[in-house]
């Protein structure tokens, strides 16, 4: 992709696009990824048991430490010290898992560790498919993200409640038929809860929920801020139109101007909450929504951006 940006007009209520201010969200700490494994090893060492939290919550954890910008595997080099700190922080006792994960190890391709591997080995199935299915089915488009998002986040209160991330647990387990029994299904919203909500004030926001579905990167980070030839901003603008208009309408609507906004407004405010982007999305539309329609056509978004599309 070029390296060009689209401007922005100053009667938008938009602050301008600052490169490199997000990063991954599912990156656990700017300090985690820069510090070494055996700082995280001590820090945790007293919380991650069995009969503290749910093995899944406490895996994902341990996982993390040697793992901690969420590639989903963890390299040779730190295997030996992976096995013994896991097989003594989930307090396993089962030989037969201690032999299993052993062979693991020896047979590992690539001299990598897959988080998929091991979690079949340790977990039960119903945690094994919580914890994995991000990893199986990830989320490449903020569209379909705020789709999910709007969806679950019932009462319009720009949060995910435990009562709806439970709603939306079930019918996961539903879509992908496993059966779950009530006591279970309240145990894994308590576990996700502790595990997604990092401000731990009993509802996830868009973030959390980002980190739970395995969102992908923001597309715009591949859009770059240099300035450059008024050709080059257009093929750009082409390039991300095409990837919000999931519809293939000409126009964005619903959730394909959700995850616009979104994608746009996390350059400049990473932690952006479902009322931000509310007011940000009313913003957007009341400036570029010319003919009142709800939608955002294609050549409305760039005559608010200040592009002249070809005819």
């Not at 080995?121 to 299915?133: C, G, H, K």
């Not at 868009?206 to 770059?224: G, H, P, V, Y």
């Not at 350059?267 to 929504?289: E, I, M, W, Y």
Request: charged share 30%; glycine share 6%; with cysteine.
């Amino acid at each position: 992709m070029s390296s060009c940006s689209l401007p922005q007009r100053a009667e938008v209520d938009l602050e301008p696009v600052k490169k490199g201010t997000l990063g991954s969200p599912l990156i656990w700490s700017e300090q985690r990824s820069q510090s070494p494994v055996g700082a995280h090893l001590f820090t945790y060492s007293t919380s991650l048991t069995l009969s503290t939290m749910d093995s899944a919550a406490a895996f994902l954890h341990v996982w993390g430490l040697f793992d901690p910008n969420d590639h989903g595997y963890i390299e040779g080099k730190h295997m030996d010290e992976f096995f013994r700190h896991i097989v003594k922080k989930l307090g396993m006792t089962d030989k037969l898992i201690e032999d299993r994960l052993q062979r693991l190890r020896d047979t590992s391709a690539e001299g990598r560790l897959q988080i998929h591997q091991v979690a079949s080995i340790i977990l039960p199935e119903e945690e094994n498919f919580l914890l994995l299915f991000r990893r199986e089915t990830p989320l490449d488009n903020s569209v379909e993200f705020m789709r999910i998002w709007r969806r679950y986040d019932a009462d319009s209160s720009g949060f995910i409640s435990a009562v709806e991330l439970k709603s939306f647990l079930e019918d996961l387990f539903e879509q992908h038929n496993k059966s779950i029994t009530p006591d279970k299904l309240e145990l894994y919203t308590n576990t996700m809860m502790k595990m997604f909500d990092k401000n731990q004030d009993g509802n996830l926001d868009l973030n959390d929920l980002a980190r739970i579905l395995s969102l992908k990167e923001n597309f715009l980070l591949k859009f770059e801020m240099d300035a450059c030839s008024q050709k080059d901003r257009a093929k750009d603008f082409e390039k991300i139109f095409a990837h919000y208009d999931v519809s293939k309408t000409g126009a964005l609507e619903g959730p394909e101007v959700d995850g616009f906004v979104k994608d746009m407004m996390e350059l400049v405010k990473p932690n952006l909450s479902g009322t931000d982007l509310d007011r940000f999305k009313q913003a957007l539309l009341s400036h570029c929504d010319v003919n009142r329609d709800g939608k955002i056509q294609k050549n409305e978004l760039a005559l608010c951006l200040g592009l002249k599309l070809a005819p």
